[in-house]
Every structure is written in structure tokens, then in C-alpha cells.
């Protein structure tokens, strides 16, 4: 057997993209983990990593192109690291995905037998995003096609990777449409123009921190979010009203105003510069009001897509009580309230529940309740609530990344729906949840990866559990 060695140089053939994004190689059956990495080429690497079971390695020299290359429309796409896979045709990144998840079921959880679908196409791999959020600062991750005069202390773009201190200045994002594009660029120069201090992290000063841009898909509605340290009109009234009469689908420019010392767009305090404070968006016929600080999903036509496949495997019928888990705004419980008896929805956070139960109203969605429930001590301390409930025939959970809290698992478990169908954004913890409801009982029908965000590491993934006789 072949013994790999830290800072060898070593040639490799990419069988496949592990989860998470880094190629796979085996030398001899030992597994090499290779950043950047595409399926079919083969390249010399260096070791930079080795333990026990596996090493990692980078690129030092491509022999042999992947058959899968294309060509990335993004210039900036050597340089950020927001879209990994953009030199990877769109049908292979679907098999990647789709294996992803296969792989994650029978090696990771020992899981072999369980029914992956193949994963479902975004319906637009360019352009699909209705928010991106743009940082600015004073530290500017120089390009090598930079102009040698490019000044290094301006930069409105996206982070470096690894990097919360350096930003990629650009000019557009290809993940957002360019009538967001030329609203960027013309808010771009007007910072430049007007010489705004813009934000240092290493020393927590400075005035402009973020420029967000969201866009309601259906609506067409557009809403600016000015993002800053402190509050001062001055520096941001004379350019609002040159910039919504230039672009008058932005109908919304509010200014989040945040001292937090971390990377976040959502401020302490928002004051409404022009229109509205609200924009507007639909999700299978259903309206939504969002605000500024709201959570929305993030590709509109591909949620639609997603709660599609969740009510396939629902098979809801009128009768049916519906417990909705980690609800948020209640955005699904209102794509399938039409389809049941009533839904009930469970959520942490207060204002999203404020969110769901106006959206209900606004909406004239009469058959669901909302409740303010932190899920790993609800069900077990609100006993006589729960009892007044009609037990439920689907349950449906959408947890975030961390996957489902280990006592509301328990709890989930005692309840014992007919039907479970879970929504994941992170398909090793749900596997992980998945094997605990597999011991109680639980039978997984069928699980689909959902892909919302084309040219990325993310799959989403959708499983079907029913309880066995």
C-alpha cells in the first residue's frame, strides 16, 4: 500500500465531490479530500492534511480536465466562494447532489436501503435570488487583474473566503437579476461619490456596513436596506431621492442601524428613509408582507417547488390534523391549509409568529393556530394545552441546520403521527434524526434532495416517514 505523506506531491484522479464540496480521491483505497476539485480530472496535489483515516489535499496542477468543466460566467468566480460549482455543468451538479445524499444515508448512518430520489432542478440557476446582502469596508481583497492604482481601502462586494476583514469588490452578482445589478452598481458610486466612511471590522468603526437588496418575486416590489453603525440621515438623505426616482420599482429603503461587533444586517434599531417599511411576495398563491429583518425564503420559485414535493409526500386529505414544527412565518402551514382539517404551528421566535398569524389573516386562512413554543420543553410543559389539541395525523418539521432538538426528538416520537415529513436544509442531521425515528418504529418511504441553490455546496432534502403497524 501506497503511504501518503504530509506536503507530498501526489497524482489523483476525482472520482466524485464529497459532501460539502471538496473532490474524492483514493490512493490505494485511502481517501484524499481535494479542495476545488472537480469530478474526472486528474491533477497533481499537494498533501496539506493527514490523519488516520483520510488526508487533504489542493491543487497544484490540473493533467487532465474534468468532461464536466464548463466555463464560469462569473469573473469574479476564481476569487469568491459564494459559488463553488460554477464551472460544473448543471445536470452533473444534480448527480452530485443527489449522490451526496445517497452517500450520506449509507456511509455516514448505515442507512443503505433508504429511497433517494434524484434531486429536482432549480427552475433559474442564475438570477434566482430575491436577497443578496453586500458588505462593505476598508479592506480590499486585491485581484490579480486589479489595476496596480486601484485604491485598497474601498470595497462594497462579498466576503473573501475565510475572510470576515477583506471584501471582493464587484460590480454585479449573477445570483441576482440586473435590475438589482445596475441598482448595486449606481448605489456603488454614489458611496464612492459621496466618500461614505465605510466599515472597519479590526477596529469597530467606520458608517456603512452593509447594503442589502431584496426583490419580491411576484410583486416585483424592491426594498434597499441601508446597513450602518450609527445613525445619520445626512450622510444617506441626498442620495435617496436621485436613486428611487432612477429605479422606481424600489418602493422600500430603510436603515438598519447595528454596533454588533459580528457580520449580521440586522440592526438594533430601523428607521424608514422612503415608502414603506414592508414589501410584498406570494408563495403558492398565498401573500406575504416582508420587512426588512423578516425571514423569506431566499429562491421564491424554487420554495414553491420544495412545498410542492412536501405536500406530494403528504398526501393530505381534509380531514387531517396537521402539527407544523419550526413553522417560522407559516409559510408552509398556509400552502397546505387549504388541502386539511387545520393546522397547528410551533415556533421560537415571537415576531415570527406574529408574521404567521397576520400572513393567516391577510390571507383569509381560518383553519390554523400559531403558537410561541420553544420545541425542546414545550410539548412536555404545556401538558394541558396539548391535550386540548387534536392529535395529529402529519407532522411536518423544518429545523435548522443543527437538525432536530434531541428532547423534542423524544417528544415528536411520543406523539406517534401516521406520517412525518421532514424538511432539511442539512441532510446529515437529518439522517442522524432520521436513525433515532427508524428505532421507534418510524419506516422512510422516500426522501428528495430539492436543489434552491444552484452552483453551491446546499441541498435541501425532503423525507417521507410513516409509522409502522
Known amino acids: 500500500m501506497t503511504e501518503i505523506k504530509k506536503n507530498e506531491l501526489v497524482e489523483l484522479t476525482i472520482d466524485s465531490i ?25 491533477v497533481k496535489a499537494l498533501i496539506i492534511k493527514k490523519r488516520s483515516g483520510f488526508a487533504e489535499a489542493i491543487i497544484q496542477e490540473i493533467i487532465k480536465e474534468s468532461p464536466y468543466r464548463v466555463e464560469p460566467p462569473c469573473p469574479y468566480f476564481a476569487d469568491c466562494g459564494g459559488c463553488k460549482f460554477q464551472n460544473l455543468a448543471y445536470p452533473q451538479q444534480l448527480e452530485m447532489k443527489t449522490r451526496q445524499v445517497r452517500e450520506v444515508y449509507s456511509h455516514l448512518v448505515n442507512l443503505p436501503d433508504v429511497p433517494v430520489l434524484p434531486a429536482l432542478p432549480a427552475p433559474e440557476i442564475y438570477g434566482y435570488r430575491n436577497k443578496m446582502d453586500f458588505s462593505a469596508g476598508v479592506s480590499r481583497w486585491m485581484l490579480k487583474e486589479n489595476d496596480p492604482g486601484t485604491p485598497s481601502d474601498f470595497a462594497i462586494g462579498l466576503h473573501a473566503p475565510g475572510r470576515f476583514d477583506k471584501i471582493l469588490d464587484i460590480d454585479a452578482c449573477l445570483l441576482q437579476d440586473e435590475e438589482r445589478n445596475a441598482i448595486f452598481r449606481e448605489i ?20 456603512l456596513r452593509n ?13 434597499v436596506n441601508i446597513v450602518t453603525r450609527y445613525e445619520n440621515k445626512d450622510l444617506l438623505d441626498a442620495w435617496i431621492a436621485p436613486l428611487t426616482t432612477k429605479f422606481p420599482a424600489i418602493c422600500s429603503v430603510v436603515n438598519n442601524i447595528t454596533n454588533s461587533m459580528g457580520d449580521q444586517s440586522v440592526g438594533e434599531k430601523e428607521v424608514l428613509l422612503f415608502g414603506k417599511p414592508v414589501i410584498h411576495d406570494s408563495l403558492g398563491g398565498k401573500n406575504y408582507e416582508i420587512a426588512a429583518n423578516a425571514f423569506f425564503q431566499t429562491n421564491t420559485r424554487a420554495a414553491e417547488q420544495l412545498y410542492d414535493v412536501v405536500l406530494d409526500f403528504a398526501s393530505p386529505n381534509k380531514k387531517d390534523m396537521v402539527w407544523d414544527f419550526y413553522c417560522g412565518t407559516g409559510s408552509i402551514a398556509l400552502f397546505i391549509a387549504e388541502k386539511v382539517k387545520k393546522v397547528y404551528g410551533f415556533e421560537l421566535v415571537e415576531d415570527a409568529i406574529r408574521n404567521a398569524k397576520r400572513n393567516a389573516v391577510q390571507n383569509g386562512v381560518e383553519n390554523c393556530a400559531f403558537f410561541t413554543a420553544d420545541l425542546d420543553r414545550f410539548l412536555q410543559r404545556n401538558p394541558e394545552l396539548i391535550a386540548g389539541l387534536e392529535k395529529p395525523d402529519l407532522a411536518i418539521v423544518d429545523p435548522p441546520r443543527s437538525g432536530l432538538n434531541p428532547k423534542f426528538l423524544q417528544q415528536l416520537i411520543g406523539l406517534r403521527p401516521p ?14 434524526d432520521i436513525v433515532q425515528l427508524s428505532e421507534a418504529g418510524y419506516r422512510v418511504e422516500k426522501i428528495r434532495p430539492v436543489d434552491m441553490f444552484p452552483h ?9 416517514l410513516v409509522a409502522e403497524t
Open 18 to 42: 464529497a459532501f460539502g464540496g471538496k473532490g474524492i480521491a483514493r490512493v490505494d483505497n485511502f481517501v484524499v479530500f481535494v479542495r476545488d476539485a472537480l469530478p474526472g480530472q486528474i
Open 188 to 207: 456603488r458610486e454614489i458611496v464612492r461619490e459621496e466618500n461614505l466612511p465605510l466599515n472597519n471590522p479590526r477596529e469597530q468603526s467606520g458608517f
Open 211 to 223: 447594503i442589502v437588496i431584496r426583490k419580491g418575486e411576484h410583486s416585483r416590489e424592491i426594498m
Open 419 to 432: 406520517r412525518i415529513v421532514y424538511v432539511s436544509c442539512n441532510p446529515a442531521t437529518q439522517a442522524r
Open 456 to 464: 453551491t455546496a446546499h441541498i435541501e432534502s425532503v423525507a417521507l
